[in-house]
């Protein structure tokens, strides 16, 4: 009889790499593997088992992570699969209330005990290296998973809590991992952890992020690298001196920034002031000339009267990010915040407040995308559509940041990089022409 498992993967980039180790543990162990349960998965013959890998970050990933696991409940009950396991931050995080709740679950795990369950289901301990997986993003872009876990404990964020201290991973099993998916044909590397400016300190005595980067960037075949999360406080310059130096280490950084003001910044327990922030984001942009930052932005936070909210506003117009993502504070039981303060600003006034700044930003994205009209970009090729090809700049994250919309002028090809022009703009798409390169 055959035997299937479909992973299905809800919230962050992290969890992904997760479920994408499990797959290849899976795998090896012989089973057929997938990331959905299509209509063939769930019409086949033989044993057919689900894995929910659930998000627990914030209330709507929370309340997500529930209606998945119900839904595979009721398709277990009506015996549209066999079984149905859940893993991941939500079962990390809840693990004393959730099996008595949902008893329909046949086992659950946690963020880290999740290898266990190719042990359960195969009775023997998979055999490959504990960074090789699946990939189920394009062939060629993949994430790359550096640290674990958080030291910054910032008032807000349940994250701490659920995945433990920061643990770092160390450099020569990260690049044996780079060079082994440069052989399968990945050629950019989305590298991520939930502090990327505290890479190393734990293993190392010291940060190592910048010599991490500076040797990723000289593996043969990494065309670009790219850089998710950074904190602000104790930020590592030298960082943005590899960034500098190297063509294929992309001028983008995504540093969640949070606020402004001084006041909510210190309730935050973010430890750095908003003149240390602006201080910060202007030696980035004379180190880095042409960076694209991608920031994080919450409104609503206790302590955020009118006076703290228009603060912000004016940062954003100030800072002109050309990467901005916004939302609503929202409590999260055990963490500092929810102890220490109260939630008072009620929710309407800060949907109100989070649309505005939106609006903001918007108006500046569209601003400075329409300077790019007319300017040579390179691209890489993600997917064809009927109408155009649509590919990324360097300066773009797969899934969260603008495409590119290339004309089907010139035949191009998945996952290749190609020189284009950029026609008009959109404040969250460009258009484009290729660019025929003269082989003389």
Same mark, same amino acid.
């Given at each position: 009889m055959s035997k299937k498992i479909a992973v299905i993967t809800l919230g962050c980039s992290k969890n992904l790499v997760d479920s994408e180790r499990l797959m290849m543990m899976l795998s090896n162990v012989g089973y057929t593997v997938t990331d959905s349960a299509d209509d063939d998965f769930l019409s086949s013959t033989g044993e057919r088992i689900i894995v929910v890998n659930t998000c627990g970050f914030i209330g709507d990933a929370k309340e997500e992570s529930i209606n998945e696991i119900l839904f595979w409940c009721d398709a277990k009950s009506s015996g549209k699969i066999s079984a149905l396991y859940v893993m991941g931050c939500?079962?990390?995080?809840?693990?004393?209330?959730? !099996? @008595?709740?949902? !008893?329909?679950?046949?086992?659950?795990?946690?963020?880290?005990?999740?290898?266990?369950?190719?042990?359960?289901?195969?009775?023997?301990?998979?055999?490959?290296? =504990?960074?090789?997986?699946? +990939?189920?993003? !394009? *062939?060629?872009? @993949?994430?790359?998973? +550096?640290?674990?876990? /958080?030291?910054?404990?910032?008032?807000? /964020?349940? +994250?701490?809590? %659920?995945?433990?201290?920061?643990?770092?991973?160390?450099? #020569? #099993?990260?690049?044996?991992?780079?060079?082994?998916l440069v052989s399968r044909g990945v050629k950019e590397f989305n590298v991520i952890a939930q502090d990327?400016?505290?890479?190393?300190?734990? %293993? &190392?005595?010291k940060v190592e992020i910048a010599r991490l980067i500076d040797e990723m960037a000289s593996? =043969?075949?990494?065309?670009? %690298?790219?850089?998710? &999360?950074?904190? =602000?406080?104790?930020? !590592?310059? #030298?960082?943005?001196?590899?960034?500098?130096?190297?063509?294929?280490?992309?001028?983008?950084?995504? +540093? @969640?920034?949070?606020?402004?003001?001084?006041?909510?910044?210190?309730?935050?327990?973010?430890? %750095?002031?908003?003149?240390?922030?602006? #201080?910060?984001? @202007?030696?980035?942009?004379? *180190?880095?000339?042409?960076i694209h930052i991608r920031t994080t932005l919450m409104v609503g936070f206790p302590g955020e009267g009118d006076k703290e909210f228009e603060e912000l506003v004016e940062f954003v117009k100030e800072q002109r990010f050309e990467r901005?993502?916004?939302?609503? &504070? /929202?409590?999260?039981?055990?963490?500092?915040?929810?102890?220490?303060?109260m939630d008072d600003i009620p929710q309407d006034v800060k949907d109100t407040r989070l649309n505005r700044l939106m609006e903001v930003q918007e108006a500046i994205s569209d601003e400075l995308q329409q300077s790019k009209v007319g300017s040579l970009q390179r691209v890489v090729i993600d997917r064809e559509e009927p109408e155009f090809y649509v590919g990324r700049t360097q300066y773009d994250s797969p899934e969260v940041d603008p495409e590119v919309l290339i004309s089907k002028t010139t035949p191009l090809k998945r996952g290749e990089f190609y020189n284009v022009k950029i026609t008009s703009a959109m404040p969250f798409e460009l258009m484009a022409e290729p660019v025929i390169e003269d082989e003389n």
């Open positions: 939500l079962s990390e995080r809840y693990s004393g209330e959730l !099996p @008595a709740e949902i !008893p329909e679950v046949d086992k659950w795990y946690g963020k880290t005990d999740w290898s266990q369950l190719v042990t359960d289901l195969a009775h023997k301990r998979p055999g490959s290296a =504990p960074y090789d997986r699946i +990939i189920t993003t !394009p *062939r060629h872009h @993949a994430y790359l998973k +550096i640290a674990e876990g /958080c030291n910054r404990f910032c008032s807000f /964020c349940a +994250i701490p809590l %659920i995945t433990g201290r920061y643990r770092s991973r160390n450099i #020569e #099993e990260i690049l044996e991992e780079v060079r082994l990327l400016t505290n890479y190393g300190k734990d %293993i &190392y005595g593996v =043969p075949g990494v065309e670009w %690298i790219r850089l998710h &999360y950074g904190y =602000p406080k104790d930020f !590592p310059l #030298e960082l943005l001196d590899v960034m500098a130096k190297h063509s294929n280490v992309c001028k983008y950084l995504d +540093i @969640a920034l949070q606020h402004i003001s001084d006041n909510v910044l210190e309730n935050m327990r973010r430890h %750095i002031t908003g003149n240390e922030t602006r #201080e910060l984001l @202007a030696e980035i942009r004379r *180190r880095v000339p042409g901005m993502g916004a939302f609503a &504070y /929202c409590e999260e039981e055990d963490t500092y915040g929810a102890k220490h303060f």
